[in-house]
């Protein structure tokens, strides 16, 4: 009889044993995953790592879209502010150029500068009131426009944050929208693989075929 008992405590022992690390770290990578998913979590984070605290007035996020809502300047400068097109044609490599005229809404027609290279296209026109060359439109799929604080076609996720953020939590979603506070105008940023693939500009300027 003491003998059966001795083996049942041992059986019992032996099914109870530690968790080994391999256990531990799957206990940890579902803990992160959790972390990944609490979108409130990581919207906290993110605020607290602003390299400039009113750089972004709000961060939303829907779906696999990250949405900051911002006044920084290159929300609507992302070449630098420039009164001469050429300074903004020459961070463009391998583009063609043409001038075109465009109606507006009123009737009336605004000269506009397309930059265009392979794969890409984007429209300027000068505002004479602000000094300044303008976004009107913007589709961005190859590594030819460099924009300010080196983000162009290519550059990892991580390197997009760091832009405005002070070492921040990683982030799930693959498109980042940043949205002006102001005028109408929205950036999309989409990654595949923690890659920026595609970069597209759209503002409210009311042009005829912009």
Excluded: W
């Excluded at 420039?82 to 605004?110: C, E, F, P, Y």
């Excluded at 265009?116 to 300027?124: A, D, G, I």
């Excluded at 961005?140 to 996720?157: A, M, R, V």
């Amino acid at each position: 009889m003491k003998c059966l008992v001795a083996i049942a405590v041992l059986f019992y022992f032996a099914s109870c044993k530690p968790k080994t690390q391999s256990d531990k770290g799957l206990t940890v990578i579902t803990s992160q995953r959790t972390t990944l998913n609490d979108t409130s979590s990581l919207r906290k984070m993110l605020e607290k790592t602003l390299r400039q605290p009113n750089d972004f007035y709000e961060i939303l996020f829907n779906h696999d879209t990250l949405k900051l809502i911002s006044g920084v300047d290159y929300l609507y400068y992302p070449f630098g502010k420039h009164a001469d097109v050429n300074a903004i044609i020459k961070q463009v490599t391998n583009s063609t150029l043409k001038n075109i005229r465009l109606s507006s809404a009123g009737g009336d027609t605004t000269g506009l500068t397309e930059i265009e290279t392979s794969k890409s296209r984007m429209k300027l026109f000068y505002d004479i009131e602000q000094n300044r060359q303008q976004i009107v439109s913007a589709d961005i799929n190859d590594n030819n426009f460099h924009l300010k604080n080196k983000i162009e076609i290519g550059i990892s996720k991580e390197y997009f944050f760091n832009v405005f953020f002070n070492k921040p939590p990683l982030i799930p979603t693959n498109i980042i929208k940043l949205i002006s506070v102001v005028d109408g105008i929205k950036h999309y940023y989409y990654f595949k693989n923690n890659r920026l693939v595609k970069i597209t500009m759209i503002t409210d300027y009311t042009f005829e075929n912009k």
